[in-house]
């Protein structure tokens, strides 16, 4: 099973970028579907973005995130990033990452999760 590790939180104001990593370890992390989750404070976790393993890197989205964000993969670095620009407020919570085996770029079926790491836009 594949451990993951997630870096590159932080305050930003409104309208600023950060890139999140999450880099794996143990087994061969370029066979996993990818995915990044958030959870704001009082508020259930919700998904993201995906990226799968297999040929040409299919993603899915999160519908208020399309256009801002990047879900990315680098299998040479065993790590998976999420470059987030024009970053809003409602942006705020503790991103997780996860991974599955299934090819399928979804919101469901992770059984693998990180510890998180807190992302906190200012208005």
């Known amino acids: 099973q594949v451990q993951l590790v997630e870096s590159g939180g932080g305050l930003v104001q409104a309208g600023g970028s950060l890139r999140l990593s999450c880099a794996a370890s143990?087994?061969?992390?370029?066979?996993?579907?990818m995915g990044w989750f958030r959870q704001a404070p009082g508020k259930e976790r919700e998904f993201v973005a995906a990226?799968?393993?297999?040929?040409?890197?299919?993603?899915y989205y999160l519908d208020s995130v399309k256009g801002r964000f990047t879900i990315s993969r680098d299998n040479a670095k065993n790590t998976v990033y999420l470059q987030m620009n024009s970053l809003k407020p409602e942006d705020t919570g503790v991103y997780y990452c996860?991974?599955?085996?299934?090819?399928?770029?979804?919101?469901?079926?992770?059984?693998?999760w990180g510890q998180g790491t807190q992302v906190t836009v200012s208005s």
């Open positions: 996860a991974a599955k085996t299934p090819r399928w770029a979804t919101a469901t079926g992770y059984n693998t």
């Open positions: 143990g087994r061969s992390f370029s066979g996993y579907t």
């Open positions: 990226i799968s393993w297999t040929v040409g890197d299919p993603t």
